[in-house]
């Protein structure tokens, strides 16, 4: 089944301490996104890859680091997380970035730090 | 800053009637998307139409686009208990290949 997959899908955590929510996608899909969902806000952009090993800023990547070692995969790290940071956490990815195709998304990881 | 705005923020209707749902955007468009999410869970693609285009279908689903007015409308018809969630509007298009979301329509059907 071409899903996008996200691990852990609850945390709870304290501020300072470092985390990583992992992002699979099985579409061999070039490119990849993570976006942030807080009430009031909608979805905001934090990263994006284009494809292995090229990674850029969305519009609020303050206090998030990303990587792409692999096609498939785009973990978010949180180096010092800080309880403005507590939000609803989606990655999504798509194929044939040229014609902005659609997007297909996990199902999300709710983020609190305390 | 999101550039999308849909309209209304809550709609609620009772189940087999149609529901609309308007969205505007500022900036030039590739497409213009619908997503739909029930409560906290992810975004799931609906459809997705093109800027030369100005009315698409898909089962239930009407999507309309008015590029000299910037606003996109999504009509789903006979609407259902199950219809009950979130829809946004996704302008595809902007830089970073990214897609500029609107805050959501809530949408609930009554049975």
């Known amino acids: 089944e071409a899903q996008v997959t996200q691990n852990p899908r609850y945390l709870i955590t304290v501020t300072g301490k470092k985390l990583t929510v992992t992002c699979s996608q099985n579409m061999n899909h070039e490119y990849m996104s993570w976006y942030r969902q807080d009430p009031g806000l909608g979805l905001r952009q934090i990263y994006y890859s284009m494809n292995v090993e090229v990674t850029d800023k969305g519009d609020v990547p303050e206090g998030y680091k990303v990587s792409r070692k692999e096609k498939r995969n785009f973990p978010l790290i949180l180096e010092s997380p800080s309880p403005n940071q507590t939000s609803l956490y989606f990655c999504?990815?798509?194929?044939?970035?040229?014609?902005?195709?659609?997007?297909?998304f996990g199902p999300g990881t709710r983020l609190t730090v305390l | 800053s999101q550039q999308g705005e849909e309209d209304p923020q809550a709609l609620s209707i009772q189940e087999g009637e149609n529901a609309t749902m308007n969205c505007s955007y500022k900036t030039s468009i590739n497409n213009l998307q619908w997503y739909r999410q029930n409560s906290g869970r992810g975004l799931v693609h609906l459809i997705l139409i093109r800027s030369n285009e100005r009315e698409k279908h898909s089962g239930r689903l009407r999507v309309t686009l008015d590029t000299s007015k910037k606003s996109s409308s999504l009509l789903i018809t006979a609407s259902r208990a199950a219809d009950t969630a979130s829809y946004f509007c996704?302008?595809?298009?902007?830089?970073?290949?990214?897609?500029?979301f609107g805050k959501g329509t809530l949408l609930t059907v009554n049975p």
């Open positions: 996704a302008n595809g298009g902007g830089s970073n290949y990214k897609l500029t």
């Open positions: 999504a990815s798509s194929s044939d970035r040229d014609t902005y195709n659609e997007q297909f």
